[in-house]
Structures are given as C-alpha cells and as structure tokens.
C-alpha cells in the first residue's frame, strides 16, 4: 500500500484564498481589514522565524499585521498592561502571544489578558474549557489543532471507509497547544479518544490498535513504522531539525514518525515539513477573519 499523502501547503493555499476572498468581500462591505497583532517577548530565533512566517501570510490573504516586539526583562505585570492595551485598539481584531514565553512569566496569566474576542489562538482559559464541554463551543479553536482536523476531514473525503466519527483516535503528548486540545477535538468529532504519553506502558499495542494517530511529542522516529495499523491516518505535528551528514545543508526536519516505513501501512499521512505546519499558519488567518467578521454580527 502506498500513502496517500496529505499536502499541507496545497491544502492551505486553497484555504489561503477563500479567505483573502472573504478578506476583500469585508473590506468592500463594511470598511474593514482585519487586523493580526503578534506580541514578540524576547528575541528567541525560531520564534522570530513563525512571526515572520504568519506576518507574511496575512499580507498574502490582505489582512494587516501588527508587530510589538518586547525586551525579555518585561515584568508580568507590563507584558499583561500591554496587552490589554493591544486589546483595545479598534484596528486589531487578533492578538497572538509567541509562546514559548521567558520562564519567569505566566503563560496563563497572559492569555488571560487576551480579550476573548480576540483570542484567536484560542488559549484563553475560558475557550478551553468550553472546548471540554458538551454542547458548547468556543470562539476559537487553537490552530495547530484545528488544521489537524481539518486534514483529517480532508482524509475523509478521499479515503475509502474512513470516518472520524466512531474511531479510535491516538493523540501522543499532552501539551496544552496541541495535545489536549487535540484530543477535546476528536472527542467533539465523536471519536474514542486515547491520550499517551512519557509514562504510557506499551505504546506500540496502543498505536496497533489506532485508526487515527496523531504525534505531537517532537521525538523523532519514536513511533515506528511497522506500528501502525493497516488503513490507519496519521498526522504527525513534530518537526524537528536532525542532524545529517548526507543530506545538502547537513540537516534534515524529521516529524515523531518513521515516515517512509509508515507510508507502507498507513492509509495517509503527513510528510514533515510540509504538513500539520502550513494548516497551522491557515487556520489562524481563519479564525483572524472569524473575529473581524463577528465584530459586524448581532
């Protein structure tokens, strides 16, 4: 069996342009571009890297971006002011805080000043907890979460006799950006849900039995190819830079699977780089969008 491969960029390209269409449809009907704030703490290099990568993809799909860069020395008290501040300016309907943030500030206490309209990384304490309800939903969904369902929904539609609804799902790792929001997802999506981790006894029979498996650890090759079970989808969020000599820059990015062994089992899946990231980036233009548009609704 070869795998059917779930190609993130072409995916959110498409995505990409519904919205950039929806973008000039709300500049055009109500006056509005929607506004993207990305808050920089520090000057960690892979962070600035993601920050120019989503400020160059909302000038792609015409939305404005706004970038406050600011000294890792900030207390917690005037990273929280400032982002209220932010909050309140009319022309920002988004506010992204590039985690992760300096050890001495609390992430959570920071994500609370996100005013929840305008929480479209969907952190905010209270988004998650309504993710975790039945029957309720929040405003936004995290992002890297919400592209891996919306790959898997893509999934659905190309692969013979796979639905989300009524399989077993394995999510790998527990952080709070992927792990359990992604597993409060599949749960919504009606899926049997199995959340694995470092103290998790026999991985390998867990993934044997798992119609979906999604890796998001960042170990990679910690699940092996012959693992999966046959027809399974895998989505693997990882990317790690590995070391390699043979390869042209002397490093390759590898994902938490064994991909080439994989790709002879599995139904789909993602290639790294190239899959769970591209979503990543489209879906918080998506719910950038979402936040501009309710400003208008009743």
Known sequence: MSALILDGKAIAKRLQADI????????????????????????????????????????????????????????????????????????????????????HIDAEGVMQAIPMHKDVDGFHPVNIGRLAMKGKE??????TPFGCLHLLQEAESLVDDFQISGSNALVIGRSNIVGMPMALLLVKANATVTVAHSRTKDIQAVVEQSDIVI????????????????????????????????????????????YEAAQERVAAITPVPGGVGPMTIAMLLKNTLRAAQATFEN
Not at 138 to 143: R, V
Not at 220 to 238: L, N, R
Request: aromatic share 6%; hydrophobic share 40%; proline share 8%.
């Open 20 to 103: 950039a269409q929806q973008v000039e449809d709300l500049k055009a009907s109500q006056n509005t571009t929607p506004g993207l704030a990305a808050v920089l703490v520090g000057a960690n290099p892979a962070s600035q890297m993601y920050v120019k990568m989503k400020r160059n993809r909302c000038a792609e799909v015409g939305m404005a971006s706004f970038l406050h860069e600011i000294p890792a020395e900030i207390s917690q008290e005037e990273l929280e002011a400032k982002i209220r501040q932010i909050g309140d300016d009319p022309n920002v309907h988004g506010i992204l805080v590039q985690l992760p943030l300096p050890d």
């Open 138 to 143: 929040p405003l936004f969904i995290p992002a």
């Open 215 to 258: 890796g998001a650890v960042g170990r990679p090759g910690m699940v092996k190819g012959e693992w999966f079970k046959p027809g399974a989808v895998a989505i693997d969020v990882a990317t790690v830079k590995v070391d390699d000599p043979s390869a042209k820059k002397g490093y390759r990015w590898a994902g938490d699977f064994e």
